[in-house]
């Protein structure tokens, strides 16, 4: 070898060494500094503010809320306000009633509103960009207009007063169906579909086998979301339902009645509301972040 070919530069194995070194450095876990955990904290911090306000309010007397400066920590009274709260509003029906409409209406949105959001990402068929713009024009709508009317369809159903009458409106959900449209488009490859098509599976083995797999991180946040939604509605309720078969934010509203409202009592039966959801997240909601992850890995 010459002294010409010594001395001339390797370019081809400095740019492979290069693309290593960025490979090897893209799989660096990346550590974040002090201000983000500043951040972090200030938002978490903000986040939590109104519930531990409402524990706090909990925990006192109607009287000691009135007080100048309100208190900032805890009191003795939190249990004996909560017993108050669910023997007064009649807490126990009301909780059962929400867990079946909640329940009810995530697992009928997740599920309709994932095949409807498959037909509409990968199926072909006529006026299908039609439909889906009504679709999300549905969105468009405020639910207000739409309270007369479905009182009036559901009192000619004789459902007044009824729980099928919150949960039928919602069985479904545009929402719903456009999130599950754009999620199936990017992590449902067609090639699945044609594989299975080739294989001799059928429309429902391909929906079972396929897609459900494919789709499962997004319908765990589409549930999550439903699941908090259909628990904390308040509007249609109110309207559609009483207080002999209240669901929780209906009984919740009976405790601000009579010339002066508990305040401490009002609280507890606000605290009682929110206990199922934080307890839901605390269960589930690492498997929610994981299937998130797993799927934006998969994308």
Known sequence: MTTSELTRPQTPVKSAGRRRSRIMGAGKQLHAGPVTYIVLTVFALVSLAPLVWTAIAASRTDRRLAETPPPLWFGGNLFKNMETAWEEAGLGTAMFN???????????????????????????????????LLTIGTMMIPPQLAVVPLYLWMADLGWSNQLQTVILPTLVTAFGTFFMRQYLVQALPSELIEAARVDGASS????????????????????????????????????????????????????????????????????????????????????????????????
Not at 211 to 217: I, K, M, T, Y
Not at 224 to 229: A, G, I
Not at 231 to 240: E, G, K, Q, R, T
Not at 274 to 293: D, R
């Open 98 to 132: 929400t867990t079946l409409v909640a329940g009810t209406i995530t697992v009928s949105t997740v599920l309709f509103s994932t095949l409807a959001g498959f037909a509409f990402a990968k199926l072909r068929f006529k006026f299908s960009g039609v439909l889906l």
């Open 204 to 299: 429902l083995r391909v929906v079972w086998h396929v897609v459900f797999p494919a789709a499962r991180p997004a319908m765990a946040v589409l549930g999550l979301l439903t699941f908090v939604f259909a628990w904390n509605d308040f509007l249609w309720p109110i309207i559609a339902l009483n207080q002999e078969n209240p669901t929780v934010q209906v009984a919740l509203n009976s405790l601000g009645t009579g010339y002066v409202p508990d305040q401490a009592v009002i609280m507890a039966g606000a605290l009682i509301g929110t206990l199922p959801l934080l307890i839901a997240f605390l269960l589930f909601g690492k498997q929610i972040v994981g299937g998130i992850m797993q799927g934006a890995i998969k994308g």
